[in-house]
């Protein structure tokens, strides 16, 4: 079993920034693909950023792109999503998650299969 435990969020004005980290319980995490998703109230859950096993390639959803940064430290076994320049409609849940992959490509919710527990992320004035 692999465990991902989240940590960061919070509520933040439009414009601002914030950093969620994803500490993974063990060191094999690091042959694993990571990403990040978010769930809306009432949405489905969405792609945000995913990474390589290597941090070779990254991924983002075009609604981030530019603004969010996903980044690995393999030796700390931890993710990161660095969260610039927010806006009201990146409120939701967010959630890290470990691929079945290594390859970055792979964005689905059903190409991950372990999940963290979620933190909210409130942007708003």
């Known amino acids: 079993q692999l465990q991902l435990v989240q940590s960061g969020g919070g509520l933040v004005q439009p414009g601002g920034s914030l950093r969620l980290s994803c500490a993974a319980s063990?060191?094999?995490?690091?042959?694993?693909?990571m990403g990040w998703f978010r769930q809306a109230p009432g949405k489905e859950r969405e792609f945000v950023a995913t990474?390589?096993?290597?941090?070779?390639?990254?991924y983002y959803a075009d609604s981030v792109k530019g603004r969010f940064t996903i980044s690995r430290d393999n030796a700390k076994n931890t993710v990161y999503l660095q969260m610039n320049s927010l806006k009201p409609e990146d409120t939701a849940v967010y959630y890290c998650?470990?691929?079945?992959?290594?390859?970055?490509?792979?964005?689905?919710?059903?190409?991950?299969?372990?999940w963290g527990q979620g933190t909210q992320v409130t942007v708003s004035s």
């Open positions: 990474i390589g096993a290597y941090a070779v390639s990254t």
């Open positions: 998650a470990a691929s079945k992959y290594a390859s970055a490509g792979y964005r689905r919710p059903s190409d991950f299969d372990y």
């Open positions: 063990r060191r094999t995490s690091s042959s694993r693909a």
